[in-house]
């Protein structure tokens, strides 16, 4: 059985954020395709040789601050394999 994004997002922020954990977030999910208009630090974290991936992002919602922390997770098609996990705070990268 496949773990799911909440439970690599939850085990995430246990590990290396624990002071985030009871934030509010809100999620978004695509399945994206590689292609040149990919933005490269996306294309950077992902296998050289597939076509699609799914993109979660998970943005803090109940953040004070004027950028919100985003979070993205890049899953494989069956979302069982993690690609990558990165945390930004300066920017959302657009894809």
Do not use: G
């Amino acid at each position: 059985m496949c773990p799911n994004d909440i439970e690599i997002f939850q085990h995430f922020l246990n590990e290396f954020y624990p002071t985030l954990r009871h934030d509010e977030w809100v999620v978004d999910k695509e399945v994206l395709r590689i292609s040149s208009k990919l933005h490269p630090f996306i294309k950077d974290k992902l296998p050289k040789e597939i076509e699609t991936f799914v993109c979660v992002l998970f943005i803090q919602k109940n953040s004070n601050k004027q950028n919100p922390i985003v979070i993205y997770l890049l899953l494989d098609n069956k979302e069982c394999v993690p690609y990558a996990i990165e945390m930004l705070q300066e920017e959302v990268v657009y894809h």
